[in-house]
C-alpha cells in the first residue's frame, strides 16, 4: 500500500512567552522568559512559587461568563490556537463542505485535562460550611469538562468538525503522540486533513502541591523566575510548570498542494516506546529513548548525519537531562555534540501533554527562519550534559531536516521528524 504524503500547512499558540504564533516565535528566538510569581492561585505555603502562566490572552473574547462554569480554562487557548492555524493553513470552517468536514480530524493531546475544572469545582463545594448551598454551585457539567476527552469535543464543536475527536494522554508525550497517530491516519487515507497539537491548564494548587511532594519543581528561584527553568545547566533543581495551546494543521500533501496552501515542512517521521521502568523516573540507560528517535529518523527515511537540529525535552530535572543528553549520543553518535539542540523550556516552562506540540511549533518556525532558539539560563553547564545546547543566544544556521523529542512519565518516549518540503 502506497502511503500518502502528510505536510504541515498552518500553525497557532497561546504560550507564556507571547501568544500568537509570531509572538511566540520572537519570543523564543530571542530567549525571552515566560515564567513569573504563580497568580492563579496563593502559592504563599507551597515550596515553589513560580510557573510559566498565559498572560495577555483575552479569555473573555473566547468564553461566556456563563461558559466558564461549563468548560475547562484550557478551551479558550484551544480554539485561540485552533483559530489561528486555521487562518495561516488558508482554511475557513464556516466555508467547508460537508464532505470536507467530515474529512477533517481533530487528534490533540493532553496530560491534564480537565482537572483545572474538576479542582475548582471540588473546592466550590468543600470550601463552604453551608453543604447545601455548595451543593447548588457546583456546576451541572462538572463530570464532562473534566473529562480528558472533552478537550476535543469542544473543539468540533465550535468550528463544526465532523471528522474524528480524539484526545491522547501519554503524559508529557501526549501532544507528540496526537501528531504521530495523526500523521499515520492522513497517510492510510483515513481523513484529508487533521487538527492537532496539544493543549494544557495544569497549573492548579492540587497539581503544584503534588509536584512539590514530589520534588520535580524549582524551588530555589522563587526571588528571581526567568532564571528559574535551568536544562541543562549544573545547578538545575526541577522543572517550571507551564501551560498553553499549540496547534498544527496537517494535510495530504496533494490536497495542500491542490488548493495553493502555503507547505512549512513534511512530517517525514514518528515513533515511540516504553522502558517499561519506573512510574516516574526514566531508565538510566536511556536506550529505549535512543531508540525512539532512531526509529523516528528510520520511518523518515534519513539517516542520523542527515538531522540538523533538535529540540529537546529538556525538563530541568537532574534525571531527565542527564539521561536524555545520553540517548541522544547513544542514537547519533559522535556527531552528538555536533548537533545544535536546545530546550524550548526553558522558557516557556514545561506544558506537561502540550510540550511536543510546544516545541514543533518552535522547530518548523526555526526551519522557517534557518534559526536555532536558544537554551536560556545555560550559566555552568553540567559535566554530564555536553551537548550543543545552543546556549542563551540563537543561531543562524541552515535546518532542512529536524527532530523533537519527548519523554513522560510511564517511561514513555516518542520522537517526529520533520524535514523542508520539496515535491520529490
Known amino acids: 500500500m502506497d502511503l500518502k504524503r502528510v505536510v504541515v500547512t498552518g500553525m497557532g499558540a497561546v504560550s507564556p512567552n507571547g501568544t500568537g504564533r509570531e509572538n511566540y516565535w520572537r519570543a523564543t528566538s ?25 498572560k495577555d490572552f483575552d479569555f473573555d473574547r473566547y468564553i461566556s461568563k456563563k461558559d466558564r462554569d461549563r468548560v475547562q480554562r484550557a478551551v479558550p487557548m484551544a480554539f485561540y490556537a485552533v483559530e489561528e492555524a486555521a487562518a495561516d493553513a488558508g482554511i475557513d470552517f464556516e466555508s467547508l463542505s460537508d464532505l470536507e468536514r467530515q474529512q477533517t480530524g481533530v487528534i490533540v ?98 497539581l503544584m502541591t503534588a ?22 545547566n549544573a545547578d538545575r533543581d526541577g522543572f517550571v510548570l507551564g501551560e498553553g495551546a499549540w496547534i ?21 517521521g514518528y515513533a515511540s516506546t516504553c522502558d517499561a521502568y519506573h512510574r516516574v523516573q526514566i531508565a538510566p540507560t536511556g536506550a529505549d529513548a535512543a531508540r525512539a528517535m532512531s526509529q523516528a529518523i528510520e520511518s ?48 516557556i516552562g514545561h506544558p506537561q501533554g502540550a510540550s511536543g506540540a510546544a516545541g514543533a511549533v518552535a522547530t518548523l518556525m526555526a526551519m522557517q527562519h534557518n534559526f536555532a532558539p536558544p537554551t536560556i539560563n545555560v550559566e555552568t553547564p553540567d559535566a554530564e550534559c555536553d551537548l550543543d545546547y545552543v546556549p542563551n543566544r540563537g543561531r543562524e544556521m541552515r535546518i532542512d531536516t529536524a527532530l523533537c523529542n519527548c519523554i513522560a512519565f510511564g517511561s514513555k518516549n516518542s520522537a517526529m521528524v520533520f524535514r523542508k518540503f520539496s515535491r520529490a
Request: proline content about 2%; glycine content about 10%; overall charge neutral.
Open 300 to 347: 523518515a527515511g534519513l539517516t542520523t548525519e542527515e538531522i540538523d537540529y533538535l529540540n529537546l525535552h529538556g525538563t530541568a530535572t537532574k534525571i531527565n537531562d542527564r539521561v536524555e543528553s545520553a540517548a541522544v549520543r547513544m542514537a547519533f553518535g559522535d556527531r552528538a555534540t555536533r548537533i545544535p539542540s536546545s530546550s524550548t523550556k526553558s522558557m
Open 109 to 206: 493531546g493532553t496530560g491534564a485535562g480537565g482537572i483545572e475544572f474538576a479542582e475548582r469545582q471540588y473546592r466550590q463545594y468543600y470550601d463552604r460550611n453551608d453543604h447545601d448551598a455548595a451543593y447548588r454551585r457546583v456546576s451541572p457539567y462538572s463530570i464532562v469538562a473534566s473529562f480528558v476527552g472533552m478537550l476535543s469535543s469542544e473543539i468540533n464543536m465550535h468550528f463544526r468538525i465532523h471528522g474524528c475527536s480524539h484526545v491522547l494522554s501519554t503524559g508529557c508525550t501526549s501532544s507528540t503522540d496526537a501528531m504521530g497517530y495523526a500523521m499515520n491516519a492522513i497517510r492510510l487515507g483515513q481523513m484529508e486533513r487533521a487538527v492537532t497539537g496539544g493543549i494544557e491548564a495544569c497549573i492548579t494548587f492540587g
Open 30 to 54: 530571542a530567549g525571552v522568559s515566560g515564567t513569573g510569581p504563580i497568580t492563579l492561585f496563593d502559592a504563599e505555603k507551597l515550596s515553589c512559587k513560580v510557573a510559566a502562566e498565559v
Open 248 to 268: 498544527l494543521v496537517f494535510e495530504e500533501m496533494e490536497a495542500a498542494i491542490k488548493r495553493g496552501a502555503k507547505i512549512y515542512a513534511e512530517v517525514a
Open 211 to 232: 509536584f512539590c511532594r514530589m520534588g520535580t519543581v524549582t524551588t530555589k528561584w522563587n526571588a528571581d523566575p526567568a532564571r528559574a527553568s535551568r536544562p541543562f
